[in-house]
T-cell receptor
Framework: DTAVSQTPKYLVTQMGNDKSIKCEQN?????MYWYKQDSKKFLKIMFSYNNKELIINETVPNRFSPKSPDKAHLNLHINSLELGDSAVYFCASSVGQTYGYTFGSGTRLTVV | GDSVTQMEGPVTLSEEAFLTINCTYTATGYPSLFWYVQYPGEGLQLLLKATKADDKGSNKGFEATYRKETTSFHLEKGSVQVSDSAVYFCALTFQGGNYQLIWGAGTKLIIKP
């Protein structure tokens, strides 16, 4: 039973399209995150929700919009995709701050 | 501001060699420290952690000791295997903050048979 699951695993799409990535966790964690990992493996926090409340909203283009329908789900919608959006997007969840995060396996987004 | 600095990779070693990956941090308080590992094509996994000075985290033969005096959390393993080839990330967080982890840039480790 996957703890943090993301779909889809791979996403290839054309510039200008709108796409969504879904994330679900079955760990009962209160906090969920979206990260972007670039080709050099650098990790950048994008958003974080705690019990459906947005607590981290880093400087990302407003074409990116998170949605948390309940504390087990955090989806990422991206409008008007650009070439520079190509990356691996990771969802993660945590309980408290000293137990670490549990990551999903990632969604590789390729914009052509 | 708070930050984490890791040694640049890639680090290339032969199987059974001793491994050290350096990690130092800058922090205004007393953070918790973590090492994560990312195997090729996978998400990150928590490898080990330490929450206070002089704590030693250990897992799968890896160890790291929280050194407050040198603000370091170096990752070590006595004898590496080909299966340890991965990218290793050092990170810190604070109690009472906004749950955000501050990440190092990652160090790619390549183990040759």
């Amino acid at each position: 039973d996957t703890a943090v699951s993301q779909t889809p695993k791979y996403l290839v799409t054309q510039m200008g399209n709108d796409k969504s990535i879904k994330c679900e966790q079955n760990l009962g964690h209160d906090t969920m995150y979206w990260y972007k990992q670039d080709s050099k493996k650098f990790l950048k926090i994008m958003f974080s929700y705690n019990n459906k409340e947005l607590i981290i909203n880093e400087t990302v283009p407003n074409r990116f919009s998170p949605k948390s329908p309940d504390k087990a789900h955090l989806n990422l919608h991206i409008n008007s995709l650009e070439l520079g959006d190509s990356a691996v997007y990771f969802c993660a969840s945590s309980v408290g701050q000293t137990y670490g995060y549990t990551f999903g396996s990632g969604t590789r987004l390729t914009v052509v | 501001g708070d930050s984490v600095t890791q040694m640049e990779g890639p680090v290339t070693l032969s199987e059974e060699a001793f491994l050290t990956i350096n990690c130092t941090y800058t922090a205004t308080g007393y953070p918790s420290l973590f090492w994560y590992v990312q195997y090729p094509g996978e998400g990150l996994q928590l490898l080990l952690k330490a929450t206070k000075a002089d704590d030693k985290g250990s897992n799968k033969g890896f160890e790291a000791t929280y050194r407050k005096e040198t603000t370091s959390f170096h990752l070590e393993k006595g004898s590496v295997q080909v299966s340890d080839s991965a990218v290793y990330f050092c990170a810190l967080t604070f109690q009472g903050g906004n749950y955000q982890l501050i990440w190092g840039a990652g160090t790619k480790l390549i183990i040759k048979p």
